[in-house]
C-alpha cells in the first residue's frame, strides 16, 4: 500500500497526460474553461494542454499524499516535503507561464537536492546519510559505507545532468517538428557507456536505468549490450576470431548501425540478439523486443569505435554518430586488472560451477591456478584490448567518470562542447 500511495502521482501524472494528449481539442477547453484564471492570458493552447493538466494533477495528488500521512498521523519523510515544496513551485510556474520546462526541472532538482544532502551530512556533520537510511538492513564496514555515499552523490549529480540533456534534447525535437509542419515522431534518447572490461559499466548502466525511469516525461527506459552484435562463437572460430571476442572486429557492425538507424527512425518495434555470458554465445532465436522507449541505454566495450580495425578505410558512419550522450567509465589499468581478477575467482566459485558454463573448466582450479589463469587471460586479451581499442576512445564521451581502487568515484569531467 505504501508504495503505491508513493508512485501514486508519478502515475497519475503519465496517465493524465496520455489522456490530454489522445483528446488535445478536449483538453483545451477543459484546461480554458477549468483553469484559465491560473494561466498567464487565460486561454490554454492544444499543445500547451496535456501537460498543464498532468502538471495540475500531480499538484493535487501531492498535496493529497501530504494530507492522508497527516490524518493517519504518520511521519512525512523529507524528501516528501521537498517533492512537494518543487511540485508547487516548478508545477505552479509551469501553469502561469505555459511551459513545461519549469516541471521538467523537479527531477534534476531533486536529485540534486539528494546528492547535496548526502554531501552536506558527510562533509561538514561528518554523518553518513545514506548509512542512517538503509543501515539497519545493510551490515558493512564504515569503510564501505563511505565509498557507497561517495558513489550515490556522484550518481545523484549525473542523473540531474541527463534529465536537463534529455529534457532539452526533447524540447529541440518539439521545435524542429514545429518549424517543418510535421507530426511529433517518438525518437529515442541514447545514452551510452564504454569503458573496458570489469571497470563497471553494466552496474551503472542499470543504476542509470532504473533512476531514469522513475519520472513521467522519460518513463520506459531499455538498456541494451554490444554483446547482442557479437558474431556466434561458429562465425568467431571460422574466422580465426575467438581470442579476439570484444575486439571490434568481433562484432557485427553492419547489424549494430542498422540497429542504431532503425532506433533514431523511430521504428515502432525492434528486435536485438541476445547474449548469454553463462553459454558465452548469442543465443539462438532467442531477441529482445525495443518498443519506442523514451531512452536507450548502449553499453559496450567499443561503443565509441571509429574503426572496425580490420585495417581498411573507416566507416562513413559511427555507432557513436546516434549517441545524445557518452559516458566512459575509466580507472587506471591496474586497478582495473584487479577488479578482473576477483571477478574472475568470484565467477571460479559460482557461475563456473555450472556445467552448461562455457568456463566450466576453471571450476575445480585451484586458488592460485585461478589467479594466474584470470591474470594471463587479462594480459593476452582484456590489456590489449583496452590499449589498443577502448581507451583511444576516452576523450571522445561526453563525460569522463574516473574510479579509484576501491571503486568510488574520484573525477567527473564534461566535455563543454
Known amino acids: ?8 502521482p508519478i502515475i497519475l501524472f503519465f496517465g493524465s497526460f496520455k489522456y490530454a494528449e489522445r483528446h488535445l481539442d478536449w483538453a483545451a477547453r477543459f484546461a480554458t474553461d477549468h483553469f484559465g484564471f491560473m494561466v498567464s492570458g487565460g486561454v490554454v493552447g492544444v499543445d500547451e494542454a496535456p501537460v498543464l493538466l498532468a502538471t495540475v494533477v500531480v499538484i493535487v495528488a501531492t498535496c493529497a499524499q501530504i494530507v492522508v500521512l497527516l490524518a493517519q498521523r504518520k511521519k512525512i519523510d523529507l524528501m516528501l516535503w521537498i517533492t512537494f515544496v518543487l511540485v508547487v513551485v ?14 521538467k526541472w523537479k527531477p534534476s532538482v531533486l536529485y540534486w537536492a539528494m546528492g547535496l544532502s548526502f554531501w552536506i551530512s558527510q562533509t561538514i556533520f561528518r554523518k553518513n546519510l545514506l548509512q542512517t537510511l538503509v543501515g ?35 524540447r529541440l525535437r518539439q521545435t524542429t517538428d514545429t518549424f517543418l509542419g510535421t507530426l511529433p515522431a517518438p525518437v529515442s534518447y541514447v545514452i551510452a557507456i564504454a569503458g573496458s572490461v570489469a571497470v563497471g559499466k553494466s552496474t551503472a548502466a542499470r543504476v542509470i536505468q532504473a533512476l531514469l525511469s522513475r519520472w513521467p516525461h522519460h518513463p520506459k527506459v531499455d538498456l541494451v549490450t554490444t554483446d547482442g552484435f557479437l558474431y ?3 562465425v568467431l572460430e571460422s574466422r580465426g ?14 547489424a549494430l548501425l542498422q ?10 518495434l525492434l528486435e536485438v540478439p541476445v547474449y548469454s555470458h553463462e553459454a558465452y554465445d548469442i543465443v539462438p532465436d532467442k531477441k529482445k523486443v525495443i518498443r519506442q522507449p523514451d531512452i536507450v541505454i548502449v553499453e559496450g566495450l567499443n561503443v565509441l569505435q571509429t574503426t572496425d580495425a580490420r585495417g581498411g578505410l573507416a566507416p562513413r558512419t559511427f555507432v557513436s554518430d546516434f549517441f545524445d550522450f557518452s559516458i566512459f567509465i575509466d580507472a ?26 562455457y568456463f566450466h573448466r576453471y571450476a575445480n582450479l585451484k586458488s592460485a591456478e585461478a589467479t594466474q589463469t584470470a591474470v594471463q587471460i587479462w594480459e593476452s586479451i582484456n590489456a590489449v584490448n583496452l590499449r589498443q581499442n577502448i581507451l583511444p576512445t576516452r576523450e571522445r564521451a561526453h563525460l569522463i567518470i574516473e574510479k579509484v581502487e576501491d571503486h568510488s568515484v574520484s573525477t567527473l569531467q564534461l566535455r563543454k562542447l
Open 1 to 8: 500500500m505504501k508504495i503505491l500511495l508513493d508512485f501514486l
Open 136 to 170: 539497519e538492513q545493510l551490515d558493512l564496514p564504515a569503510r564501505a559505507w563511505q565509498r557507497l555515499n561517495v558513489a550515490w552523490i556522484a550518481f545523484f549529480g549525473l542523473m540531474g545532468l541527463l534529465n536537463l540533456y534529455v529534457a532539452a534534447t526533447q
Open 90 to 103: 516548478l508545477g505552479g510556474a509551469t501553469i502561469w507561464f505555459h511551459n513545461a520546462t519549469f516541471i
Open 241 to 254: 576470431l575467438m581470442n579476439r571476442k570484444g575486439f571490434p572486429e568481433s562484432y557485427d557492425l553492419r
Open 232 to 234: 556466434p562463437n561458429n
Open 332 to 357: 587506471k589499468e591496474e586497478h582495473i586488472r584487479q577488479w578482473y581478477v576477483d571477478r574472475f575467482l568470484t565467477f571460479q566459485r559460482t557461475v563456473f560451477q555450472s556445467p552448461k558454463s
Open 259 to 268: 540497429f542504431m538507424q532503425d532506433l533514431k527512425s523511430g521504428h515502432p
